[in-house]
């Protein structure tokens, strides 16, 4: 297989889990490059994602690292077969690598969960809104940059409609996100509007977290949770000023596993939730 110059997002992850299976056995790449016949160069690649493997190799690198974890194997081996280009390509000239690696993140998600305390999250966000949001974009985006990244957002939400089974979305927002006006008046009930439609369906789940209750954990910045087949391969997407960072090291998840935990302990129930929606748009 030809090496890759830029591998994605996920091809890094795929190989960083091998060089993690290789460590576990207290192996060098060197170790395993003699054990699998190889050269060194090419164990080194495949551990940076810039060389393609076989299912076949996955599961011989696993037996030569005596992993015992099948269901992780099993993952592993099934990310090998991915050779269809997904939608988000389309924008790959068009768009930061970074937005692009988020949607192919949340393609291949099992369940989604996002906490948000100043803001709507993408994934529910309507067209005006999305626009508005990166008008305020620093440095500032050109119209047609604007017009691009509303419309891959909105493209990113298919991913709650088109898979079957339906992906399991479950998202927490501060109250104070909902009395803000982006895009004036008229577009925060379009957006409000659409949160209550959107808690309609079985696999959306939308809760508020009331101004009454006090603190809550973590800097407010949006977190998202994205579960993979395995809880191995789950990764936490945070928004950046200079954009989206993954995360993806054992205790790192742990941690916003804990946090997302909390926010959802101190949010409403989806009735109560769509009630507080329902008097806000009402009133504001």
Same mark, same amino acid.
Request: glycine share 8%; aromatic share 2%.
């Given at each position: 297989m030809p090496v890759r110059s830029t591998p994605t997002a996920r091809q890094l992850r795929f190989g960083a889990e091998l060089r993690r299976l290789r460590e576990r056995a207290g192996l060098t790449s060197t170790d395993a490059a003699r054990l699998l016949?190889?050269?060194?160069?090419?164990?080194?690649?495949?551990?940076?994602?810039?060389?393609?493997?076989?299912?076949?190799?996955?599961?011989?690198?696993?037996?030569?690292?005596?992993?015992?974890?099948?269901?992780?194997?099993?993952?592993?081996?099934?990310?090998?077969?991915?050779?269809?280009?997904g939608w988000w390509e389309e924008y790959r000239d068009i768009l930061?690598?970074?937005?692009?690696?988020?949607?192919?993140?949340?393609?291949?998600?099992?369940?989604?969960r996002t906490a948000h305390t100043a803001g709507i999250p993408g994934l529910l966000q309507t067209m005006d809104h999305a626009r508005e949001v990166f008008r305020q974009v620093v440095p500032e985006l050109s119209p047609a940059e604007v017009e691009h990244r509303a419309s891959f957002r909105i493209k990113r939400q298919a991913v709650l409609y088109s898979r079957a089974p339906q992906v399991p979305y479950q998202a927490v927002i501060h109250e104070a996100a909902l009395h803000m006006r982006f895009g004036g008046r008229d577009c925060t009930h379009q957006? @409000?509007?659409? &949160?209550?439609?959107?808690?309609?369906?079985?696999?959306?789940? %939308? +809760?508020? *977290?009331?101004?009454?209750?006090?603190?809550?954990?973590g800097s407010g910045q949006p977190i998202y949770y994205v579960h993979?087949?395995?809880?191995?391969?789950?990764?936490?997407?945070?928004?950046?000023?200079?954009?989206?960072?993954?995360?993806?090291?054992?205790?790192?998840?742990?941690?916003?596993?804990?946090?997302?935990?909390? @926010?959802?302990? &101190?949010?409403?129930?989806?009735?109560?939730?769509?009630?507080? %929606? +329902?008097? *806000?748009?009402?009133?504001?």
């Open positions: 016949g190889m050269k060194q160069a090419q164990v080194s690649n495949m551990e940076t994602g810039r060389l393609g493997v076989s299912a076949e190799r996955v599961r011989t690198l696993a037996c030569q690292y005596e992993c015992p974890d099948k269901k992780l194997i099993d993952a592993l081996a099934g990310m090998t077969g991915e050779r269809k280009r930061p690598a970074g937005l692009l690696d988020l949607a192919e993140l949340e393609h291949h998600g099992t369940a989604l957006q @409000l509007k659409h &949160l209550l439609k959107l808690g309609e369906h079985p696999n959306i789940s %939308i +809760h508020v *977290i009331p101004f009454d209750a006090g603190g809550y954990p993979g087949p395995v809880p191995e391969l789950d990764t936490v997407q945070l928004d950046q000023s200079h954009g989206p960072a993954l995360l993806d090291a054992e205790s790192q998840l742990a941690k916003y596993r804990t946090v997302l935990d909390r @926010l959802m302990a &101190l949010s409403l129930i989806e009735v109560e939730s769509r009630a507080l %929606i +329902h008097h *806000i748009l009402q009133t504001t």
